[in-house]
């Protein structure tokens, strides 16, 4: 005589009321079968095509569907793209009761009416939402759901990348990162020097030229006492007792004291 196994039916999703630990019920509206597996309600074969996944037991986890969740060493919490340490490892794609989900770390999962949209795309872990996604790419980059349909999503853990956004600071250069042919020519303006920035210890001997400097802009007061000498005056020295003078044309070079006369006289004398 052979035996005939008769499950529980019904229209919907049962739960812990419906059956005991042990027990097995078909929902005939969606044609899915499922267990009690010690308290909690699961999907036999279920995942819409099937994947990997892993069914947790956290008092009062708080998450719900479509949760990008991590696990912080002792326990799971929503993950969330504004660090690189708090990023997800899983989307909770199951949440039987409040101290029981599944997360899902790979594969094709059906979602019923998931609400995320548009279709046909990758959604990223949100920095400013914990637990969310995003069709904007952050700065912390991590792909994490592709959307197929309005019911069936695919999950997958990409390696995360830290992207340097033009516009923002998110990201700082480490020493010594950002050589000169880094930067284009003329981007540094003087705009962008802090008072006081640039030292002599920053410039290179003969580095600057007459070229770069603006007319009448080095004063008495930015000249040391004593460092102007023949080699900054750009004039061949002279012998003893030799007089410096100029042609009227900005060229200075040293010259004889008019004959019989000291220096000192011929100054005062306005020879000089």
């Known amino acids: 005589m052979s035996v005939v196994l008769k499950p529980k039916r019904g229209t ?3 739960g ?23 308290g909690t309600v699961k999907e036999i074969g279920g995942g819409g095509g099937g994947g990997s996944t892993s069914d947790i037991t ?8 479509k949760d990008a969740i991590r696990h912080n060493g002792s326990a799971w919490v ?10 997800a490892l899983g989307i909770v794609t199951a949440v039987p009761d409040s101290n029981n989900f599944t997360v899902a770390q790979s594969g094709r999962f059906e979602l019923s ?15 400013s939402s914990a637990g ?15 959307v197929e349909s309005a019911d069936f999503i695919y999950v997958y853990q990409y390696r995360p990348t830290n ?65 102007v000498d023949i ?22 070079s040293f010259t004889d004291p008019p004959s019989g006369m000291s220096v000192s006289k011929a100054f005062f004398m306005g020879q000089l």
Do not use: C, M
Not at 59 to 65: A, L, N, Q, T
Not at 78 to 87: D, E, M, Y
Not at 243 to 248: C, D, F, I, R
């Open 231 to 252: 080699a900054r005056l750009n004039v061949s020295d002279g012998s003893n007792g030799q007089l410096l003078k100029t042609n009227g044309s900005g060229t200075l």
């Open 163 to 227: 992207l340097l956004v033009n516009g923002t600071s998110d990201i700082t250069p480490g020493d010594n990162t950002v050589t000169s042919a880094k930067i284009v020519n003329g981007t540094i303006v003087a705009a962008d020097l802090a008072d006081d920035a640039v030292t002599s210890a920053k410039i290179a001997d003969d580095a600057i030229i007459a070229a770069l400097i603006a007319d009448d802009a080095v004063g008495a007061a930015a000249i040391a006492d004593n460092s």
């Open 16 to 38: 812990t009321d419906d059956i005991v630990a042990g027990e097995i019920a078909i929902d005939t509206s969606a044609q899915k079968l499922y267990i009690n597996d010690g």
């Open 58 to 65: 956290q008092s009062s986890h708080g998450f719900s569907v």
């Open 113 to 127: 009416s998931h609400g995320i949209t548009p279709v046909g795309q990758w959604f990223y872990l949100s920095a």
């Open 132 to 146: 969310g996604l995003t069709a904007t790419e952050p700065t912390i980059s991590q792909p994490i759901v592709y």
């Open 78 to 87: 929503k993950a969330q793209a504004n660090a690189t340490t708090t990023l």
């Open 12 to 14: 919907n999703t049962p």
